[in-house]
Structure formats: C-alpha cells, structure tokens
C-alpha cells in the first residue's frame, strides 16, 4: 500500500488484494485483523468476552419469593413445633427479611395466645379429675362433672381456631400480605404496627 499514490482525504481505503488500510493524511496504518481470523488477538484465558448485564428486577423478585417462602414456613413449623419455629424464625430473619419477620411475629401471638387460653381451660379440667387420677378412697370416685366436659369442647373449639387461623397464615404469607392475626392481644411486637401501609410489596 506504500506505492499507491496518496489519496487527497484521510480514510479507510482497500488495496487490490482487498486489505483494508487508513489514511491519516501521512500515513498509511493496517486494519486489526478480525476476531478469529489469522493474526488476531484471542482473548485473555478465563475473561468472557461480554458480561450479562444485571437484571435488577429478576433479582429482586426472586428475593421477595424466597421470603413468602420463609414466612409459610414460620406458620406450618408453628403447627408441628408450637412457638418454638415461629421464634427461632423470627430471630432468624432479623432486620433485613422483614416480611418473615413480621409473619414470625404475627404466629408467636397466636401460639402464644392460645396456649395461654388453653391452660386456662385445662387446669380447672385437671382438678376436676385428680382424685381420679390420684385417688385417696376408691369409694369415693365419681364420674367427671358436667362442666369438665364443657371444658373439653372449649379446647377442641380453641383447637380448631388455632388450625383454621394457621391455615389462613399460610395463605396470606403466600399471597405476600402483611397479615395481622385477628386477636385482641399481640405481645410480640411485629414489623407492621396496627393501621400502618406495608413497608414493601411482596408480590
């Protein structure tokens, strides 16, 4: 290409072999060879040639799904373990998964309230019946009274609420609401005060 005439502009311009050369206005420069082609450069070992790029909104569905998930768990281990799930949970998740968080809370209340509510059904059950259990006078046992039976519905009552409540739980924690249980005493302080929008969605 050095024994062609200069042209007058800069530019690219093609030889007769069909090479490709640049003009600058005094020089002449080669065109890079094209990738994969014979005296081109491979890339560095190890280093991709194009990065995805970060799909934000991916990442943060599949963050929101991980935490529905977690907060159905916290209400189906509250069936099988009591309160101890829903609180190991609710520590678990600490500040930063606060839709688990807020679920841990909202089943400890509800475990704790009804296990409140059935002692105090159960005790007075269980004084009816200790000399049966324990008896001093076998002459002196008698059948159960009639409201030891009345307590025993008032449990098999509280029984069922506490599994229909925990099912509802286990829904809403699906749906990604910030369900509050429907009690009148929550000890347990939760992520979502009383009357308060949601801090995110979890949808």
Not at 122 to 144: C, L, R
Not at 161 to 173: D, E, K, Q
Request: overall charge negative; proline content about 12%; glycine content about 8%.
């Amino acid at each position: 290409m050095s024994d062609a005439p200069p042209p007058e502009e800069p530019g690219w311009y093609a030889d007769a072999r069909g090479a490709w050369w640049y003009w600058d206005g005094s020089t002449w420069t080669a065109a890079p060879p094209a990738p994969g082609a014979p005296g081109a450069v491979p890339d560095a070992p190890g280093v991709p040639a194009a990065y995805a790029p970060y799909d934000h909104q991916a990442a943060l569905e599949a963050a929101r799904r991980g935490e529905r998930t977690m907060a159905m768990l916290v209400w189906v281990i509250s069936l099988v373990a009591g309160f101890i799930g829903p609180l190991i949970l609710y520590l678990v998740a600490g500040r930063e998964k606060r839709f688990v968080r807020h679920h841990g809370a909202e089943a400890l209340n509800l475990a704790i309230v009804m296990t409140v509510l059935q002692l105090v059904v159960f005790a007075p059950m269980m004084f009816a019946i200790w000399e049966d259990i324990f008896p001093v006078d076998e002459s002196t046992s008698a059948p159960p009274p009639g409201w030891f039976w009345i307590g025993f519905v008032v449990l098999m009552a509280l029984a069922i609420v506490n599994l229909v409540l925990t099912i509802v739980g286990i829904l809403r924690a699906n749906s990604g609401a910030w369900w509050r249980v429907p009690i009148g005493f929550h000890p347990v302080r939760g992520v979502l005060p009383r009357d308060e929008e949601p801090p995110y969605p979890v949808v």
